[in-house]
């Protein structure tokens, strides 16, 4: 079975810095997706960025970005330029290749930007 | 980007009765929905899986004659809280997935229930 573990429940960051949000993951599968969704107070599920684990590359969107270590199965997500609209609870999560789509999520990072 | 409506977006019911929570793609078709709860400062806890045309899948310790599911369709999922009590009160998502070739799950606003 797949696991998702979020070790930081709670983070805070000065606004215009970078900040890091940590996860790892294990599984055994070789063709799997990750994920990083952002979940403001509206409570709106929102996309920020994927990662396919074939790609070696790590993915970028904008000021967020990822550092993927297969071998480790570690997925990091760092904002750049935090804004004050960054302030959201960030869930990782894990989805085999090929399969129905079934998501599993880590417990979640709160994240404050502060002014 | 693909939409996922749900309505009502908040409801509240007296205890006992019976509530029902539509979920929508509004612009593409789902092969299959997830239904999700979700408690305040916690993680989306799955509680089952759809498939048009066919039974849902209930993740382990979910009441299926409590909380019904039925994927009607390609674009509609709806999700029925029976005899509603207090502990039933949460937050419920849905979202949907275009199918096996795809990697992409799309959400729903959520549905707040609050049972009294």
């Known amino acids: 079975a797949q696991t998702v573990t979020q070790s930081q429940p709670e983070m805070s960051v000065q606004e215009a810095e970078t900040v890091t949000l940590s996860c790892t993951y294990d599984?055994?599968?070789?063709?799997?997706?990750l994920f990083w969704y952002k979940q403001p107070p509206s409570r709106q599920m929102i996309l920020v960025i994927r990662?396919?684990?074939?790609?070696?590359q790590n993915a970028t969107e904008n000021r967020f970005s990822v550092n993927f270590q297969k071998a480790a199965k570690s997925f990091s997500l760092k904002i750049s330029d935090s804004q004050l609209g960054d302030t959201a609870m960030y869930f990782c999560?894990?989805?085999?290749?090929?399969?129905?789509?079934?998501?599993?999520f880590g417990k979640g990072t709160k994240l404050s930007v502060k002014p | 980007g693909a939409v996922v409506s749900q309505h009502p977006s908040w409801v509240i019911c007296k205890s006992g009765t019976s509530v029902k929570i539509e979920c929508r793609s509004l612009?593409?078709?789902?092969?299959?929905m997830f239904w999700y709860r979700q408690f305040p400062k916690q993680s989306l806890m799955l509680m089952a899986t759809?498939?048009?045309?066919?039974?849902?899948?209930?993740e382990q310790g979910v009441e299926k004659d409590k909380f019904l599911i039925n994927h009607a369709s390609l674009t509609l999922s709806t999700l029925t809280v029976t005899s509603a009590h207090p502990e039933d009160s949460s937050f419920y998502i849905c979202?949907?997935?275009?199918?096996?070739?795809?990697?992409?799950?799309?959400f729903g606003p959520g549905t707040r229930l609050t049972v009294t």
């Open positions: 979202s949907a997935h275009e199918g096996p070739s795809s990697y992409e799950q799309y």
């Open positions: 759809s498939n048009e045309g066919s039974k849902a899948t209930y």
């Open positions: 990662q396919e684990a074939y790609k070696q």
């Open positions: 612009d593409f078709q789902a092969t299959t």
């Open positions: 599984t055994s599968e070789s063709n799997y997706y």
């Open positions: 999560a894990f989805m085999k290749g090929g399969s129905q789509g079934n998501l599993i």
